[in-house]
Nanobody, 118 residues
């Protein structure tokens, strides 16, 4: 069982920046995919960005050029650098991990609130 704990959310003005982090309870070296999702009240959960164990990344069109996902295997931590934030980025952001040990296991963090408002 991998536990994921997000941090770094908060209130920021439009155009500002935040960096989210997701600390895993064990080594992430064997975790094949890690990702950030977000969910606004009344909407479904959407993929923001993902990164594989080979450091291949993928971004939602709405955040390309503004957000950067990265992982530090030595620190067992996933990051999301968010720049040029917009009000529409307001949501609860969730950390996600897929681990394959014979079978595939999926894990979610508890979420961290990001609010972009003046």
């Amino acid at each position: 069982q991998v536990q994921l704990v997000e941090a770094g959310g908060g209130l920021v003005q439009p155009g500002g920046s935040l960096r989210l982090s997701c600390a895993a309870s064990e080594s992430i070296a064997s975790i094949v995919v890690m990702a950030w999702y977000r969910q606004d009240p009344g909407k479904g959960r959407e993929l923001v960005a993902s990164i594989t164990s080979r450091l291949s990344t993928n971004y939602a069109d709405s955040v390309k050029g503004r957000f950067t996902i990265s992982r530090d295997n030595a620190k067992n931590t996933l990051y999301l650098q968010m720049n040029s934030l917009k009000p529409e980025d307001t949501a609860v952001y969730y950390c996600y991990a897929t681990k394959v040990v014979g079978l595939q296991y999926q894990y979610w963090g508890q979420g961290t609130q990001v609010t972009v408002s003046s």
